[in-house]
């Protein structure tokens, strides 16, 4: 059984459309980290949202935790290439007993075709 | 921002022989890593936490005899995949917390593919 339920798998769009990436879970989470990772190299953290109901903006990219800390996503406006990767949603789970373990999602891979 | 060096980044043995990843946190201490694998197109799957000073805490169906995990100071950490086969060829990455305050982000290394012949 996956903690976290990450969806899509995979997205395969065109420049210019606007997608949405869910992290579902049943339990509650602390904190959760969106990560972007390129063939070859290492996730790279794009946000943290820790406070339910947070919405956090980084430029196309919108993030929202939900209002009981059991959900994320993550929507791309206008999606270019360069946003093409490998995305990962990933959480600390309240009252872990394991510190920074983190739970990682199954990941989605997004192509933006030009 | 932190940074976390793994190296090498990649490297090629022969069935049988063992391989040695390192690990380490370039201008914070860590007392945790993690020790990750990922096959291709899939997401990170943990195989253990690497303490400081102490024993490293290994995922379920990780066997510690064949992935050595060594934290000896809190700036390294080494994943040694003894006795490699072909099924252990991968992508190994590794990851540190540079503090301990509420939604502290994990850093990452760049990976090591490993690649047993």
């Known amino acids: 059984t996956q903690l976290l339920e990450q969806s899509p798998q995979f997205l395969s769009i065109q420049e210019g459309e606007n997608l949405t990436v869910y992290c579902n879970s049943s339990s509650v989470f602390s904190s959760l980290q969106w990560y972007r990772q390129e063939p070859g190299e290492g996730p790279v953290l794009l946000v943290t949202v820790v406070t339910g109901g947070e919405v956090k903006k980084l430029k196309r990219l919108t993030f929202q935790f939900g209002d009981a800390r059991k959900d994320s996503s993550l929507h791309i406006t206008a999606a270019q290439p360069g946003d093409t990767g490998l995305y990962l949603c990933a959480g600390k789970r309240a009252g872990g007993t394991s510190y920074g373990k983190l739970t990682f999602g199954q990941g989605t891979i997004l192509t933006v075709h030009p | 921002g932190a940074v976390v060096s793994q190296h090498p980044s990649w490297v090629i043995c022969k069935s049988g022989t063992s391989v040695k990843i390192e690990c380490r946190s370039l201008?914070?201490?860590?007392?945790?890593m993690f020790w990750y694998r990922q096959f291709p197109k899939q997401s990170l799957m943990l195989m253990a936490t690497s303490n400081e000073g102490s024993k490293a805490t290994y995922e379920q169906g990780v066997e510690k005899d064949k992935f050595l995990i060594n934290h000896a100071s809190l700036t390294l950490s080494t994943l040694t995949v003894t006795s490699a086969h072909p099924e252990d060829s991968s992508f190994y990455i590794c990851?540190?917390?540079?503090?301990?305050?509420?939604?502290?982000?994990?850093?990452f290394g760049n990976g090591t593919r490993l690649t047993v012949t």
């Open positions: 990851s540190a917390r540079q503090d301990r305050g509420l939604g502290s982000p994990l850093h």
């Open positions: 201008d914070f201490q860590a007392t945790t």
